[in-house]
Each structure stands twice: as C-alpha cells, then as structure tokens.
C-alpha cells in the first residue's frame, strides 16, 4: 500500500513563503502523475499545481507564478514552493499520487498539512 505523508505547514504572514513536502513509501518515479490539491473550509477540494513523470507541470490560474512543483526521484518526495502567500491560500493542502496499472488508475491521497495566511 502506497503511503503519502505531506509536512511543511504552518502559520505565516500575507507575502510569506512556505514549502511543502510530500514523502512518499514507494519509488515516485512509478507514478504518472503527482500532484498538490486543497481544500478551504466550506469548499471543494480543488487542484493547485500537479506533475507528471515526465516533468511537465501545470498550475492553477490563482497560482500560477507564485507557486513551484518539483518532485526529487531520489528522495521519493515532491514539493511545493509558495511564495507571495495570501489569505485566500488558507487551506489544507493534500498530496495525491496517480498510478496505472493495466490500464486501471489508483489514487493516492496523504492526509493533509494545513497552511494558513494572516496577519
């Protein structure tokens, strides 16, 4: 069973940066995509930034410009690195793996690492 255990959150102040970190307990490099998701109290889990094994990487409109996404094969971890942080990035912030087997396609999820932005 895949394990994706995120750490890097906390409390910071508008204009802040944060990095998260998602470790995972297998090899990521068998994944075909990873990629950070949030969700704000009173709000759908939405995508933020993913990454496939090839290193192409997308974002969300609200961050693009502002957040990186890289993923370290050697280190089985992916991150993200926040900057310019607003309130509105207040959320908490999951990892999620996508893994294809025979044409079928498990989800992975950690279980969350909250960031919130105020003064």
């Known amino acids: 069973q895949v394990q994706l255990v995120e750490s890097g959150g906390a409390l910071v102040q508008p204009g802040g940066s944060l990095r998260l970190a998602c470790a995972a307990s297998t090899n990521i490099f068998s994944f075909d995509a990873m990629g950070w998701y949030r969700q704000a109290p009173g709000k759908q889990r939405e995508l933020v930034a993913a990454?496939?094994?090839?290193?192409?990487?997308n974002y969300a409109d609200s961050v693009k410009g502002r957040f990186t996404i890289s993923r370290d094969n050697a280190k089985n971890t992916m991150y993200l690195q926040m900057n310019s942080l607003k309130p509105e990035d207040t959320a908490v912030y999951y990892c999620?793996?996508?893994?294809?087997?025979?044409?079928?396609?498990?989800?992975?999820w950690g279980r969350g690492t909250q960031v919130t932005v105020s003064s």
């Open positions: 999620k793996a996508d893994l294809s087997i025979f044409a079928t396609v498990t989800n992975f």
């Open positions: 990454i496939t094994s090839g290193g192409s990487t």
